[in-house]
């Protein structure tokens, strides 16, 4: 059976770089002639049957927004095997055939579920946690990590004025990728991530040297997996009586607009999974490894922990002295 008719939607977290996705997936369907739909509200939307055509135009000028046009929503009906079939029913009863969904691993549990109801689906790395497996990067992570930099580089210049030190913050669920790559490109002294185990007192006796030997700040990166900074700044403080000042990002790295790398990750990502739709491809997430495309059967990727990239954590450490 070909593909006639495709939705989009975007589901979980929303993550810089979605619209950039959504637009692909519409543009590359419409180039191969096929009808296609945008869901809002995720599988929400699908439940409520919040669906319309898309066209060209529909995802004009927002190749450079945050955000997602479709919006998204965590929805716990669609947990349910009821909930997924009446979503599969409402695909159906408007002849759309396929999905993509642009999410994490959650949302991809969702379409792998629709994907065994003969919806055809295909799943795309929506997030900034850069925790799904099978995949080098995540649509978002680039930009959430550069909002990172952008803070610390400016929390660095009132911290060496006052030769203090900072305790950073950052997202990433169970996931200690952006503490580890934001934390390698600001120099930070320490980062916290939940892959690795650490000793707060080495940390502490660290800074307290570092500070006698003439550094004029301190930077800890931690990421929000391994538990509350206020907690560990009180405990350093109580170590080596130098009292971090903390600092929560929040969900402000999860706005603004997407750096080029994470718009074409998404361009290329969303045109992608048209093509695997249209050769033939469903139930799998698509990636990028090494540079190239690649889709993964569902069942290898949900639930699967991405590795966590011992070596690049060393490298930061060595250089952090
Ligand atoms: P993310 O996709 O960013 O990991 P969530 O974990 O919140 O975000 O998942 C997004 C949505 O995906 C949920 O609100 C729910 O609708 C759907 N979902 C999550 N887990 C499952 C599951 N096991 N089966 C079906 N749908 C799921
Ligand atoms: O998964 C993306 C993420 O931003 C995580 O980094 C964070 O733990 C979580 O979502 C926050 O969720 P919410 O938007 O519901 O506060």
Known sequence: M?????AVLTSGGDSQGMNAAVRAVVRSAIVHNLEVYGIQRGYQGLLNDDIRKMDLRSVGDIIQRGGTILQTARCLEFQTEEGQKRGAENLRKRGIDSLVVIGGDGSYQGAYKLS????????????????IAYTDFTIGFDTAVSIVVDAVNKLRDTMTSHERSSVVEVMGRHCGDIALYSGLACGAETILVPEVPYELDEVAHRMKENFDNGKRHSIIIAAEGVGKCDDIAAYIHKVNGIEPRVTVLGHIQRGGTPTHN??????????????????????????????????????????????????LYNLALRLSQ
Do not use: Q, W, Y
């Open 2 to 6: 070909s593909v006639k008719s495709i």
């Open 116 to 131: 065994k109801l003969g919806i055809r689906t295909m799943g795309l790395p929506g997030t900034i946690d850069n925790d």
């Open 262 to 311: 994470d718009r074409i990750l998404a361009s290329r990502l969303g045109d992608f999974a048209v093509r695997r739709l249209l050769a033939g491809d469903s139930g799998k997430a698509c990636g990028v490894i090494r540079g190239e495309l690649v889709a993964t059967d569902f069942e290898k990727v949900v639930g699967t922990k991405k590795e966590f990239d011992i070596e």
